[in-house]
C-alpha cells in the first residue's frame, strides 16, 4: 500500500509537470527546455526556507512559487522574442545557467552536497506525513492545477495562446501583443512548476541539483509530447507511463545503473518513435 | 609566466576544440535546415571509439583516430537514412526532426553510457604531457597538435565546399533544394554526405577534445552548447562565421576567468549567445 501512495505521490507532482509544460509547449507552440529548472528552483527556495526559518508551510509554498515566477520573468523576457527552434535552444542554456548556480553556489545550495533533512508539510496543525496523507496533499494540488489549466486553456487567454501557435505573425497584426501572451505564460507555467518542486523537496526530504538538470527538462518534454500536445488529460496519462513504465522494468532484475540508462534509452526511442507515427502524441490534438 | 598571455593562448585553444564541431554543426544546419541536437553526440562516440580502440585494443593511436572519425560519419549517414530523411519525406517540419534528434541524443548517450559506464575516460593510458613555454604562456605539446590539426581541417573544409563541384552541389542544396533538385542534383544524395561529412568533422572535434582532457558520455549536451554557440553567433548556416565565433566563444570564456571561478564557463559562453541573439540575431556575419 505504502508503494502504491508513494506512485500516486509520483505520478500527481509530475502530471502538474506535464500540465503546466503543457501549457507552453502544446497550447502555445513553444518548445521549452528549461521546465526542471524551475521545478528545481521551487524545491531549493522552499528546502532554505523550512531548513532556515519558522514560516508557516503555505507562506513558503507562495514565497518559493514567488521567486521562481520572478526568475521566470527575467528569463522569459528574452524567450519571448524568439520562437520555433532559437527558442528551444535558448530555454535549453537557460537550463544549463540555472543547474550551474545549483552546484556550484554552496553557500546557498550546498552545492554538490544538495539539501538533506526537509521537514514534512505542516499545514493547519496537520502534518502530511509520508503515506496517505501525502498523495491526499499530492493529488489535491495536482487536481487544483488541472482545474486551474482547464480554465486557462478554455478562456480567451487560452484561445490567443493557440492563435499564437498557428501564426504568431497574423495576430500581431491584429494588434496583439504576442511578447506579452507568450510571457505570461511562461512564468505562469514556471510557477505550477515551482509547486511541484516544494511538494517534491519535502516529500523526498532531500534535494540535489541532479534532479533538476537538463537532461530532466528533455524527459518533461517526453511526458507533455508523448501524453499529448495540447491535452491536459494527455499530460496525466504521459506523467503515468513516465512513472510506471520503470517500475515494469524493475521486474527485470537489471542492475540499478544499467536500468536507470535503458530507462533513458527507452525515452528516447519512445521520442523517435513517436515522431514517426503520431507527433501529436497519445491524445494529442495539436502537431509540432 | 604571464596570466593574460595564458588565458589568450588557452581561448585559442578551446576555441580550436569547438571549431570543428561548430563548422559542422553549421554546415548540417545550412544543407538540412533543422537544429541537429544530436549533433554534440558524433564527437562523444568518435572519442569512445579511439578509447576502446587504441586505449583498450592498444591499437594504433592514428589508425584509432581515423576509424572513430570515419565511423562517427557512418553513424551520421545511418541516422540519416534511417530517421532524418524518412521523416523528411513525410513532411515532418524542422521541429519534428528536432525532437526526434533530442531522442537520438538520449539513446547514444544510454548506451554510450551502459557500454562505457558514466565516468571520466582518458584517451590514451599515458597522461604526462610536454610543457614549453609560448608567448609567456605553458601549453602542452598535444595542445600545439590539436590547435594545427583544428585549423588545417577547417581549410580543407573551406576549400572543398569552395573548389570542388561536390561543394558547389552543397551550396544549391543549402540556397533551395526545390531549385537543386529541378537542375538535377540528387538532393538526397549530397544530403546523406553532409551528413557523413559533418559527423565525421565533429567526431574529430570530440577526438581532439578527448586528447586534451578526457571524454564522458554527458559532454555530448557540452560539444551541442559550444557548438550552437558558436554556429549562431557566426549565423547559422554559415560555416565560415562558426569558425571565427568558435574561436571568439573560447577566448570570451577564458578571459572571463579572470574575473569569476573557471565553473561559470559555460555560463559565460551562454551569456555571449543570448547577447547576439538580443543585439545581433542574425550573427557576426549576418546571412540568413
Redesign the interface.
Known sequence: MEYFYHLLVITSLFSIIGMSLNLVVGYTGLLSVVHAAFYGIGAYAAAILLASTNLPFLLVVLISVGVTSVVAFGMGVVLSRFRGDYYALASLGFGIIVYTILLNWQSLTGGAFGIFGIVKPEILGFTFTTGAPYAFLAFIAALLVYALSRFLVDSSFGRVLKAIRENESALAVFGYKTERYKLTVFVLAAALAALAGVLYGSYISFIHPSSFQDMVSIYMIVIVILGGLASLPGSVLGAAIFILLPEFLRFLGLPDDIAAHMRQALYGVALIVLMFVRPQGILGSYKL | MDIFAQLIVNGFIAGSLYALIAVSFSLLYGATR??HMAHGSFAVIAAYVVVYLHRTLELPFVFSVISGVVLSGLVGYVLFRT?YR??RE?G?????????S??????I???L??TFS?NFTGLTKVLERTRFELLGASVSSHQIGIFFVSIVVSLLVFVLLEKTMFGKKIQAVSDDEEVARVMGINANAVLSSVFFLSAALAGLGGILTGVDTGVQPSMD?FFL?KA??AA?IGGVGNVYGAFFAAFLVGIVENLGIWFI?S??K??IA?GL??LF??VRPNGLLGKR
Open positions: 533543422f537544429f530517421i524518412p521523416l513525410r515532418g517540419s524542422p521541429m519534428i526532426l528536432l525532437v526526434a533530442l531522442g537520438v541524443m538520449i539513446v548517450h544510454s548506451l553510457a551502459i558514466s549536451l552548447l550552437v554557440i549562431i571561478p565553473e561559470w559555460d555560463s551562454f549567445l543570448i541573439l538580443l
